[in-house]
């Protein structure tokens, strides 16, 4: 495993990791809201058996998670960071990517997808239209004075590279400015969408079910029962899921 670092467009420094398989493929790993590359310890297990199955793997904090460079979260910050890593991935020789994206990860890959070089996505507990969240449930009345007074609220993390991130105001709006017909119409690749039906996947779930006919028709949503959005009681179905398509269509 090797550690890299690239620059978006707006020269942030972003950092990541970089395992090598032995097929010329690449897989980019996005991680969700508030995560980074690690992804509570998912995308460590995911890349790993990826690794095994041939693939090389590139995983990455977004500009202001984890070890990356400080900046408010946007979604288009994200899709500029992705864009980025798809770019760097070009400039190492690959041809042939596919985007693997949790939660907003999932989005991001929507929004940066790249017809040229990425062969297929796989996306799980995916953001694929329009959501509107109560933030209230999500964060304190000081964090939402901070974000009505400043236009960026700051939210404690658990990470080991730093204690918190800042989350801009466009960055939950983006949650709900989204045209799903107009996003999910731009994917040209088979397409895997994973979810669970309980909880917040409640929401999303049947969200991408009505927006299935917009993507090709290889493309397919699988629902694990009894998942919420982590997935973290059944990352072996999840798992099992991701490699069978990897297998299929990359």
Known sequence: MDNITFYNNAGLRLSGVFQRGTNGKLVIMCHGFRSNRSSRGRFDRFSSTFQQMGYNVLRFDFGGCGNSDDRPLTLAGEVMDLTAA???????????IALYGHSLGARVCLEAYNSSYVNTLLLTGAGTGPVRYDWTDEFS???????????????????????????????LLDFEQCDQ??????ITCPTLIVHGDQ?????????????????????????IKGAQHSFMEHLNEVEAITCAWLRKHF
Request: net charge negative; charged share 25%.
């Open 86 to 96: 798809i770019n760097y991935a070009v400039g190492l020789g690959f041809e042939n």
């Open 141 to 171: 009345s000081t964090q939402l004075k901070e974000l009505t007074a400043t236009g960026v609220l700051t939210l404690p993390v658990e990470d080991p590279y730093r204690p918190e991130i800042k989350i801009a105001r466009q960055m």
């Open 181 to 186: 017909q107009e996003l999910l119409s731009n």
């Open 199 to 223: 909880g917040e996947e409640e929401i999303l779930m049947p969200l991408t079910k009505k927006g299935m006919k917009w993507l090709p028709e290889n493309s397919k949503l699988e629902v």
